[in-house]
């Protein structure tokens, strides 16, 4: 079974940092492309960061380049979202995904 679990929101204030996990299992993590998005509230889901499980590329959202880094631990099966000056409108709820099911998501707060 494809499985993603996000982890590591929190509340903070503005300018803090978080740093969010995911863990994936159930499928072969190099034959994969393992996005971010976030919801928040009021507003549709949207795409933050993804990287390619194969060659390590990766992609941001213009809103959130030069504040957040994606990484992964390929032995671990593990991504990570780095997020620093984080400012109130990344609120939401974060999900780490690769095309599949939703699972549960993690969410952030970022007080002014």
């Known amino acids: 079974e494809v499985q993603l679990q996000a982890s590591g929101g929190g509340s903070v204030q503005a300018g803090g940092s978080l740093r969010l996990s995911c863990v994936a299992s159930?499928?072969?993590?190099?034959?994969?492309?393992i996005g971010w998005f976030r919801q928040a509230p009021g507003k549709e889901r949207e795409g933050v960061s993804c990287m390619d499980g194969y060659d390590g590329k990766t992609v941001y959202a213009d809103s959130v380049k030069g504040r957040f880094t994606i990484s992964s631990d390929h032995a671990k099966k593990m991504v990570y979202l780095q997020m620093i000056n984080l400012k109130p409108d990344d609120t939401a709820v974060y999900y780490c995904?690769?095309?599949?099911?939703w699972g549960q998501g993690t969410l952030v707060t970022v007080s002014s």
């Open positions: 995904n690769n095309g599949g099911s």
């Open positions: 159930g499928f072969n993590f190099e034959q994969y492309i």
